[in-house]
């Protein structure tokens, strides 16, 4: 019986163990955390680099005009109103700098040989010439053989002491002329072509005044043009060998009051001549371009041709600038502002900046390619 109890509790307990034994029971271990290390923000404090020296930039060195004498040329006789001019501003120079200032006359060929020299001149501005627009007409008509308008051939420096710009001319005849005013002129050379006898001085502003006015109403080529000195034109005008001429705003009018000549047109945009008060009145009587024409057309009718002083080609521009100043600062001397005003007729310094000196030769250059080819 003891071994039968025994048996029993045996084989219960081999049961018990095989039943544990097939039971699994899985125990999830979670990975133990792992944690990212800390990282610390540093703030950094920007440091910046030291700056390098930028090098020095000295300021440029004040151009100096003039460093020594100077020699002014004169394309025209001693005692020509350029002279005259001339000599005014010679002496405000020697007084204003202390150096020597040379003039140098020569009218022959309209300053042609003058205009070589200064062509080949030094660039220092220690020889310049006192010219402008009158000057342009002798290089198409052959006299010259450089062009002052060309910024390639010469430098366009500063005002100038000159008639006022515009200034003008007048167009005349003899009393007993069959026209009294200008448009009756114009018809009567349309009726009688080839009859009237026309002139002007040769390579003048004048001539090309003259001839601006004829080409505009259409009788240039139905005139017989005569070409010569202003002397020329005025024994011409006087005798009645010439019919129809222009004469300078000085000795036309004189001329008008004197009974010798009547005045047909004032070849200018405004009245601003101030000289003797018969001379003026004469020239109140006449009409001028702009009452003409209109005051939009009258510019291109008539010769706004300015004075300057010139030096030769490719001239320092700060030094041009420089001795445009110089010569500039005559306006604030009323002693020479006077002797200037004491030259007559519409002198005074025609103070306009270089720019506009250019575009004023560009116009007359433009002026007289028209008439005398390119």
């Known amino acids: ?99 020597n200032i040379i003039v140098q006359n020569d009218g022959t060929g309209g300053g042609a040989k003058l205009g070589e020299t200064l062509y080949n001149a030094p660039t220092d501005g220690s020889v310049l010439m006192y010219a402008g627009g009158g000057q342009v007409p002798p290089y198409y008509n052959g006299s010259w053989a450089h062009n002052l308008a060309n910024p390639d051939d010469y430098t366009i420096v500063s005002s100038m002491v000159g008639l006022a710009v515009p200034s003008g001319a007048v167009v005349v005849t003899q009393p007993d002329a069959p026209y009294d005013t200008w448009e009756a002129l114009v018809q009567y050379v349309k009726d009688n072509p080839d009859t009237v006898i026309a002139g002007a001085a040769n390579g003048t502003p004048h001539e090309v005044r003259l001839k601006l006015l004829l080409r505009e109403e259409g009788i240039l080529d139905k005139v017989r043009w005569i070409s010569g000195t202003n002397n020329d034109i005025s024994t011409g005008l006087l005798g009645g060998s010439i019919n129809v001429g222009m004469l300078t705003e000085t000795a036309g009018p004189q001329f008008i009051v004197e009974g010798k000549l009547k005045g047909l047109l004032y070849s200018n945009v405004v009245r601003n001549y101030a000289g003797k008060p018969e001379v003026v009145a004469a020239l109140d009587a006449i009409p001028t371009v702009a009452e003409v024409y209109g005051d939009a057309k009258a510019p291109d009718l008539t010769c706004a041709w300015p004075m300057a002083l010139c030096g030769p080609a490719d001239m320092d521009e700060a030094l041009a600038d420089k001795i445009c100043e110089v010569v500039n600062s005559i306006v604030d001397s009323p002693e020479y502002m006077e002797r200037v005003k004491g030259l007559g007729g519409t002198n005074t310094f025609q103070d306009f900046t270089r720019a506009e000196m250019r575009e004023m030769m560009d116009r007359v250059d433009e002026q007289c390619k028209s008439f005398y080819g390119a």
């Open 1 to 99: 019986m003891k071994k039968l109890i025994a048996f029993l509790l045996a084989a219960v307990m081999v049961f018990a163990l095989v039943g544990c034994g097939g039971s699994k029971t899985e125990t999830q271990t979670e990975a133990p955390k792992t944690e990212a290390p800390k990282t610390e923000t540093k703030t950094e404090t920007k440091t910046e680099a030291p700056k390098a020296e930028e090098p020095k930039t000295e300021a440029p060195a004040e151009v100096k005009w003039p460093t020594g004498d100077v020699t002014i040329l004169v394309p025209a006789d001693v005692g020509a109103p350029l002279d005259l001019a001339t000599r005014v501003m010679k002496d405000y120079l020697q007084e204003k700098t202390g150096y």
